[in-house]
């Protein structure tokens, strides 16, 4: 049973680039979650999606965005990338047993995608 | 807003021995979840154990037990018999039971496992 999958594994870009990270979740599982890990802090909430539509969003501007497609599978963008946006960029996929509500069910993880920007 | 402390940037513990990671949290809820996590340098969060705010008895996972104060919003990890697989970053988290799904993490605590 494959847990959660993301892709890549490492990216470099520039200031001013676009980026597309990419989120299989866990089988069986139908919401997905986006952390942004900076280097020596813990993971910081960007948002959370759950039947394509974003449903939470933590403290990040606009130029993060994202998307769930059918197969509950999600995309991270960020646009005009900054200095600051360097980090680790973690997925975390759970179930809502009952729709509308949160599970007890814990998240898990994948292994992130290090995104470097010069 | 919920927020998470964790005030040893880093401790150290020689092989086989007990060590104690500190944790406290604010909310105004009665409700909630607590989870330690472990971030190996592989970079992957695994889930070491958790504890669910209504439950008086603490959680344990083998090795691994909580002491949670719900009063003194306190939360702290046991580690017993540590050994050289424990060395990572450990993260104490929060969840809310409402909609609000997110997962709010401190910033950590490096364990060193000394030989």
């Known amino acids: 049973d494959a847990g959660v999958t993301q892709s890549p594994t490492h990216l470099i870009k520039t200031r001013g680039q676009q980026v597309t990270l990419r989120c299989s979740p866990k089988s069986g599982h139908d919401t997905v979650s986006w952390y942004q890990q900076a280097l020596g802090q813990g993971p910081q909430f960007i948002f959370q999606?759950?039947?394509?539509?974003?449903?939470q969003r933590g403290n990040f501007p606009d130029r993060f965005s994202g998307h769930q497609f059918p197969n509950y599978s999600s995309e991270l963008n960020v646009n005009a990338l900054l200095l600051g946006d360097s980090a680790l960029y973690l997925c975390?996929?759970?179930?809502?047993?009952?729709?509308?509500?949160?599970?007890?069910?814990?998240?898990?993880f994948g292994d992130g995608t290090r995104l470097s920007i010069l | 807003a919920q927020t998470v402390t964790q005030s040893q940037p880093e401790m150290s513990v020689q092989e086989a021995e007990t060590v104690t990671l500190s944790c406290t949290y604010d909310?105004?809820?009665?409700?909630?979840?607590l989870f330690w996590y472990k971030q190996p340098p592989s970079r992957q969060m695994i889930l070491v154990i958790r504890?669910?705010?209504?439950?008086?008895q603490n959680a344990t996972e083998n090795r691994f037990s909580v002491n949670f104060q719900k009063a003194a919003k306190s939360f702290s990890l046991k580690i017993s018999d540590s050994q050289l697989g424990d060395a990572a970053m450990y993260f104490c988290a929060y969840r809310s039971p409402n909609r609000d799904d997110k997962i709010i993490f401190g910033k950590g605590t490096r364990l060193h496992i000394l030989p």
């Open positions: 999606y759950y039947e394509e539509e974003e449903r």
């Open positions: 975390a996929s759970s179930v809502q047993v009952i729709p509308g509500t949160v599970s007890n069910q814990p998240q898990h």
């Open positions: 909310t105004s809820e009665s409700d909630y979840y």
């Open positions: 504890q669910e705010a209504y439950k008086q």
